[in-house]
């Protein structure tokens, strides 16, 4: 063989053995920047004592920066954090970071980052993986409506956000361990903001690597790590072990998707906690039975309603609005249909809520009045409307009972048919979301406790969340001027204000304040459940 040959040869496998060695190294960084754990399906975990079994269904999606809905967060706010956090007892409180510093104008808010604060692979969080964190979120790529909605008060965000900028402006890495944002005013429920998913920390490192199905198994700092999630079976969480807040006592939790009813499996033993449906509630409310010293209910910042969007014919007229208000008989609905589980909706706040006015802002229920308002439109009558779609969450011919008693009301009270249109949730909210939708029934969870989210967010007129596409100039100004207010009554009654006017126009009819209504399994001997959908699990305790 000749000597060039050889050479040959030599070069060919060195060429080789440099791409394998390559490939081992890229191997190798991915495995050790993924959640490490022992095998969640084995026996030793799934039977261990400190495990508790919870009914669950899928997320729309695992990522912080993209959620927006309640069967995500559940999860998200368990495997993630962000700067702050919210506690059981609704109290902001810091979280991946020890201090805080704001300026005296209120614009800049200075984060000193905790010592003891990992991703769950075990690599150190830092300054810059805050920052870039934020930087994705309002990426354009990303294209994340809820972190425009979130996060539009940091200056620069917007600019990044429409691709006008490579870098949100008001965020500045001063140190490994110290970073500073500056908002556009000052605005008291800011920090609270900062505890929302779109404002998490995530693995860089991660998504580069895996940018396709990271959210499988995603590398998060919270206080338990997802360890299986099996579409449609099983989703688990383990327990994180160097959690910086404190560890959960429960080391396992086994969320089961798929089953028949709840409330059969709790009795079972399959599940630790249920809820209680209306097919139910009587008999556990009934002391002779064994459920009722396990029925529990708890407040939430939760409020139930009809939207209906102003620029969709015929909800673009106000009295047809108010017409379809005055003509359902919620109160009815609730103490019959619902047995007295739901609390008839009397404004847009919730109960407990600060800023909340107890005093009755909805129609009252009255046909003639609906009819004469649906006359005073500019469709004179039932017979001038167009076809009107009522779209709704489920499967099935007939809808819910609330939906069909709504139905029928408005058949008998105003002469109109309207059809019933039923989706899956992630069908449903792609369609919100694209302005697709006319008349529809959902609920509003409220994401911190400041009447901000829930009256800014959904009425102002620039509001992505605006679903409705409500505009009016009067309320746009309070809501405004209710944002920089820093005296906490004057703030109250600037909302207030905007409330009476929002509901009077009737761009949503709120319906439903709902309490929760569940019963506990024995072995657990300490279970929080919030007005507000935070983390949690970690305070939970069971029997030993």
């Not at 790529?141 to 200056?155: A, F, G, K």
């Not at 998913?197 to 998060?220: M, Y």
């Not at 959902?442 to 994401?447: L, R, S, V």
């Not at 569940?518 to 949690?536: G, L, Q």
């Amino acid at each position: 063989m000749s000597s060039k040959k050889l050479l040959a040869i030599l070069l060919t496998i060195l060429t080789l053995l440099i791409g394998i060695i390559f490939i081992l190294t890229i191997l190798l960084r991915f495995n050790n920047e993924q959640p490490t754990s022992s095998n969640p399906t084995n026996d030793s975990l799934l039977s261990n004592k400190s495990k508790i079994s919870l009914g669950g269904a899928d997320p729309v999606t695992m990522d912080p920066h993209l959620a927006g809905d309640a069967s995500s967060a559940q999860y998200i706010v368990e495997i993630f954090g962000g700067l702050v956090t919210i506690t059981p007892e609704m109290e902001i409180v810091l979280d991946l970071a020890q201090s805080l510093e704001v300026s005296e104008d209120g614009l800049i808010y200075t984060f000193i980052l905790r010592d003891d604060i990992y991703f769950h692979s075990g690599r150190k969080v830092t300054a810059n993986d805050v920052k870039w964190s934020f930087e994705r979120a309002a990426s354009p790529q990303l294209n994340s409506n809820t972190s425009l909605t979130y996060l539009r008060d940091i200056v620069g965000f917007i600019e990044r956000r429409y691709g006008q900028a490579d870098e949100i402006l008001g965020i500045k890495v001063i140190n490994d361990k110290s970073i500073s944002i500056q908002i556009d005013k000052p605005k008291a429920y800011f920090l609270a903001k900062l505890s929302y998913p779109t404002a998490f920390v995530l693995d860089k490192n991660q998504i580069e690597l895996n940018p396709r199905n990271w959210t499988r198994k995603p590398n998060g700092t919270g206080p338990y790590k997802l360890s299986e999630w099996k579409l449609g079976e099983r989703i688990i969480l383990e327990v994180n072990n160097r959690y910086h807040l404190g560890v959960g006592s429960v080391q396992v939790i086994d969320y089961q998707l798929s089953g028949g009813s709840i409330l059969t499996r709790f009795e079972n033993g399959e599940v630790d906690i249920a809820g209680i449906g209306k097919d139910d509630i009587d008999r556990v409310r009934d002391p002779s039975e064994p459920l009722n010293k396990l029925y529990r209910q708890s407040n939430n910042f939760m409020t139930s309603y009809i939207g209906l969007n102003n620029t969709k014919a015929p909800f673009d007229d106000v009295f047809v609005r108010q017409a379809f208000a005055s003509s359902i008989d919620i109160s009815k609905i609730t103490n019959i249909t619902f047995k007295k589980m739901m609390e008839q909706a009397t404004g847009v706040l919730p109960p407990g809520m600060y800023g909340y006015d107890p005093s009755k802002k909805t129609f009252e229920y009255d046909p003639e009045l609906a009819r004469e308002l649906l006359a005073k439109s500019k469709y004179g009558s039932a017979n001038n409307l167009p076809p009107i779609v009522f779209s709704d969450i489920g499967a099935g011919a007939e809808g819910s009972t609330d939906t069909q008693a709504y139905i029928e009301q408005w058949k008998q009270n105003l002469g109109v048919s309207v059809t019933l249109r039923q989706t899956d949730f992630a069908t449903f909210l792609s369609d919100l979301d694209n302005n697709a939708l006319q008349m529809y029934g959902i609920g509003w969870i409220m994401d911190y406790p400041d009447p901000e989210n829930i009256l800014d967010i959904k009425f102002h007129s620039q509001s992505t969340e605006n679903n409705e596409n409500y505009s009016n100039a009067i309320v746009d100004e309070l809501l405004e001027n209710a944002r920089s207010e820093t005296d906490p009554d004057k703030r109250a009654k600037l909302y207030q204000d905007a409330e009476k006017i929002i509901v009077r126009e009737a761009s949503w009819i709120p319906t439903y304040y709902s309490p929760l209504h569940y019963v506990v399994s024995e072995k657990i001997t300490k279970w929080i459940e919030p007005a507000m959908i935070v983390p949690k699990l970690r305070f939970v305790e069971i029997a030993e």
